[in-house]
């Protein structure tokens, strides 16, 4: 049961819709029987049909025959019977939690096509009505001679001469988009001959602005001098906002990427609440709509009580299992000490620190500081003694480290005929700890204890929940199960 139905992060992406107001999702009647009662509550053989083909389906590689699932699916019910009990559902951080992937899913239900059309056309109007009374857009090309913020008069006074000769040059006949490939220093638009994009006011420098917004189409301008540097300019074009189906594309990514549907949203909901009412909120109306999508689509509707469960069932496991067992560290010595020789190694490992130093008195003075404290503790000791205030005095690789692990480890203490490179700024090596052909308490091996506690309490947990709740299985329905 471990597997089944525990992981956050599936509930978070598994379910497209949720809802506020559960009872039994069962659905009594000739066609639907009951298949299970859970402490007295009656599971319709849709829902177990459900769970099942969804658990078992293709690409699973853990399949489970009917049988077989019945008890993962009991144990999973009876979780969540525990959590409920315990009243885990009238948590605030559960509703708001609940509430949060349920808007997720169901406000999209409250915008259509036509609502984001319109949004589109909103836009573009704003757009086209403030760009063409600035001057509409205009579509240069240039040449620019980059000048510094610190260019000397000498400087400034060459970089005209240069101009000056380039506009000569220009004005006599010269092509301007190859007169750009090779003399601009703005290397983006000069390899395409200068060209810029369509610019409306307010997008580049004020020199640049007034001077382009003055020119005639097909109209060249004198050198100017902007922030940037000297520039010559081309209109090569001018005119009004751009036709909306030249736009309708990039303004509906604009929407998606700003998030304004969201936006589109929230106004039909304020919309919708106030035509209904004074005492309707946009709340109410998500809460209408869920009920609404729930009712036309039972694997919808079981698909919701997996969430709604599966977040009590995260939460119930957490408090009861992964959370206790891991802060329970008098539990996993003792489990430990039951079980130790489920965790022999297969050679020795070294329990310590390998380290480097600037000052060889600094040796034996990492030894002294931490000889005499539980291994737990060594890093923050060092780390307070010898690398306080900014200052690092040593360099520490701290571990339960076996053959391979640590090339400096394997010279000394493993006394295997290998190399090491020293530190920069810590020539001194050292290390500091023990050989153990075992582990001999249950930091040693943390990890792998770790789990089986779980595990073992997981069990325990399951045993005492099979005791609490009553458990009533309808053979003859569960012979009746749909697979597929």
Known sequence: MKNLFVTKSV?????????????????????????MKINGK???????EYSYNKNNAEGVIDK????????????????????????????????????????????PAFITDADVEAKAQQIYNE????????????????????????????????????????YQVLKNGGDFAEMAKKFSDDKGSAANGGALPWLSKGQTLPAFEKAVFSLKKGEMSEPVLSEAGYHIILLEDKGGFFPYDSVHADILKFIEQRGLREEIIDTKLNELAKSRGENVTPAQLLDEKTAELVAQDKDLKYLVQEYYDGLLLYEISNRTVWEKAAKDQQGM???????????KWDEPR??????????????????????????????????????????????????IFKKGDNALVDKEVFKKDTT???????????????????????????????????????????????KRYPVEVDESVLKTVNKH
Not at 11 to 32: H, T
Not at 42 to 48: A, H, K, L, M, Q
Not at 365 to 387: D, G, I
């Open 420 to 466: 090491y490179k020293s530190l920069k700024d810590y020539p001194i090596d050292a290390v500091y700890g023990k050989v153990l052909k075992a582990p001999k308490e249950y930091e040693d091996v943390r990890g792998l204890v770790l789990a089986d506690y779980q595990e073992q309490l997981e069990k325990d947990w399951i045993a005492d929940l099979r």
């Open 333 to 343: 010595a003792q489990y430990f000490k039951k079980n130790k020789k489920k965790y």
């Open 350 to 399: 070294f329990k310590g620190i390998a380290y480097h130093v600037k000052d060889v008195a600094d040796v034996n003075a990492v030894k002294n500081a931490v000889k005499s404290l539980p291994f737990s503790e060594w890093a923050e000791k060092l780390r307070k003694t010898f690398n306080n205030d900014s200052i690092l005095r040593i360099r520490v690789e701290k571990g």
């Open 127 to 166: 757009t086209k009505t403030r760009i063409d009374s600035l001057g509409g857009l205009v579509k240069p090309a240039h040449i620019l001679l980059l000048l510094g913020q610190r260019a000397t008069p000498e400087q400034q006074a060459a970089a005209k001469t240069r101009i000056d000769s380039i």
């Open 42 to 48: 009656p599971v319709s053989r849709s829902e177990f």
């Open 64 to 107: 489970k025959d009917v049988k077989e699932y019945v008890d993962l699916f009991v144990n999973y019910k009876l979780k969540v019977e525990a959590a409920k009990e315990a009243h885990l559902d009238t948590m605030s951080s559960f509703k708001k939690e609940f509430t949060s992937y349920r808007d997720q899913q169901i406000r």
């Open 11 to 35: 509930f978070k992406k598994a379910l497209p819709a949720l809802m506020l107001l559960f009872g039994s999702v069962s659905v009594m009647g000739q066609d639907d029987p009951t298949i």
